[in-house]
């Protein structure tokens, strides 16, 4: 697995964005993907450390995540803010037809980015979300969504981050846990440890503008009609149900769908049930 490389990206509104960029630059695909929420682009280790022997992988991190900018103006917070983003990104580095890929709110920016540019994509893969999101996934996830008060050690960052997401991933153990909160909280100046995210995002959650979608998203499904699309569903997952999946490939009869047992929102793309078929997937799209 090769190191990732930093890429910075100035928006049109002066805030600058960092991207996760890993593999041969001049790979025959290029693979981009967007994360959820509260996430950032290192929700993508795994899957990078798998392709970047023959693929460029792509991980942005949004606005108020990770490494970028925080945005002073806490409406921008939405997805059609990070849809325009990430399209300007996929401009300025050039991508030639990248295959998307999209966690959660990610997956909601990636149908989003293929309706607005029908052949700029290559195909696409959506992580635990579809056209609809049920209220219960919603509802927890609004829940867990804003201030945190930092903890003292990684250790209570772990517990913490548990507490939140035990409910889809009940086997993990403590080192998981561990490796979940290195990828999503950040050690401050003073030593102490937070979410990896501008807390104001919240804001937008609460006011219903932070998922800025139209209210009917099979629309939207529909102009995926003629890509290849993978979509992947935790098997316990509260936001994407298997009625959903079961409509959407409908609506798309060569659409792929693969499911991870005992796993709940969002599947993290390394576990056992998806690796082959995920990585088949891509292999595939590429050698189209």
């Known amino acids: 697995m090769a190191d990732p490389r930093s890429l910075w990206f100035e928006t049109d509104d002066g805030l600058r964005l960092h991207v996760r960029d ?44 990770g490494r970028s900018d925080r945005d002073p103006q806490p ?12 399209l300007a990104i996929v401009d300025e580095l050039g991508l030639d037809r990248p295959l998307l890929v999209g966690t959660s709110m990610g997956g909601l ?28 996934g919603l509802e927890r996830i609004q829940g867990y969504v804003g201030a945190v008060e930092p903890l003292a050690t990684w250790e209570e960052a772990a517990r913490a981050v548990q507490a939140v997401n035990g409910v889809a991933f009940p086997h993990y153990e403590l080192e998981d846990w561990l490796a979940f909160a290195r990828r999503t909280w950040r050690e401050r100046d003073d030593g102490r440890v937070e979410p990896d995210y501008d807390p104001a995002i919240s804001e937008a959650v609460k006011a219903g503008s932070g998922a800025a979608v139209p209210p009917d998203l099979w629309p939207v499904f529909e102009a995926l009609r003629s890509l290849p699309l993978l979509v992947v569903r935790g098997g316990i997952s509260d936001l994407l149900s298997a009625e959903t999946v079961a409509t959407m490939r409908e609506r798309k009869p060569d659409m792929e769908a693969v499911e991870a047992a005992g796993i709940g929102h969002a599947p993290m793309l390394d576990e056992a049930d998806l690796v082959p078929a995920l990585d088949a997937f891509i292999d595939a799209v590429a050698d189209r």
């Not at 409406?75 to 990430?86: C, E, F, G, K």
């Not at 920016?109 to 994509?121: G, K, N």
């Open 22 to 65: 890993q593999g041969p630059v001049d790979a025959p695909l290029a693979v981009l993907c967007m994360h959820g929420l509260t996430r950032n682009g290192a929700d993508f280790e795994a899957l990078a450390g798998r392709l970047d022997d023959r693929y460029r992988v792509l991980a942005p991190d949004q606005r108020g995540r």
């Open 109 to 136: 920016m990636a149908m989003l980015m293929v309706a607005e540019r029908p052949d700029a994509f290559r195909g696409l893969v959506l992580n635990d979300i579809g056209p609809v999101l049920e209220p219960t």
């Open 75 to 86: 409406a921008n917070y939405d997805v059609a803010r990070y849809v325009r983003d990430t």
